[in-house]
Nanobody, 117 residues
Framework: QVQLVESGGGLVQPGGSLRLSCLFS????????LRWYRQGPGKQREYLAS???????HYADSVKGRFTISRENTKNTMYLQMNSLQPEDAAVYYC???????????WGQGTQVTVSS
């Protein structure tokens, strides 16, 4: 059974950086398409970025140029490098995995990011 565990969240000052990690277990990591989402207080869950089997990436306009998604297949881990963080980036950040467009999506439990001085 596939499981996802996020880590790396915390408190950061405006303008600062954080790197989130998503550890995958239970199947062949290299076969999965992976995404990051976030959900701020009182907001809907927001798509941030995707990374595919060939490590090609796609970003939402809201984070393009500030966030970088990556994956390390040898470690079964996906990352989200977040730079120039602002208070509006504060949210619970979730990772997501899906083997194919018709397969069941798997979500992690989330990691909290707080941006405040």
């Amino acid at each position: 059974q596939v499981q996802l565990v996020e880590s790396g969240g915390g408190l950061v000052q405006p303008g600062g950086s954080l790197r989130l990690s998503c550890l995958f277990s239970g199947s062949d990591f290299s076969l999965y398409m992976l995404r990051w989402y976030r959900q701020g207080p009182g907001k809907q869950r927001e798509y941030l970025a995707s990374i595919y089997h060939d490590s090609s990436a796609h970003y939402a306009d809201s984070v393009k140029g500030r966030f970088t998604i990556s994956r390390e297949n040898t470690k079964n881990t996906m990352y989200l490098q977040m730079n120039s963080l602002q208070p509006e980036d504060a949210a619970v950040y979730y990772c997501y995995a899906q083997r194919s467009a018709v397969a069941t999506a798997i979500w992690g439990q989330g990691t909290q990011v707080t941006v405040s001085s």
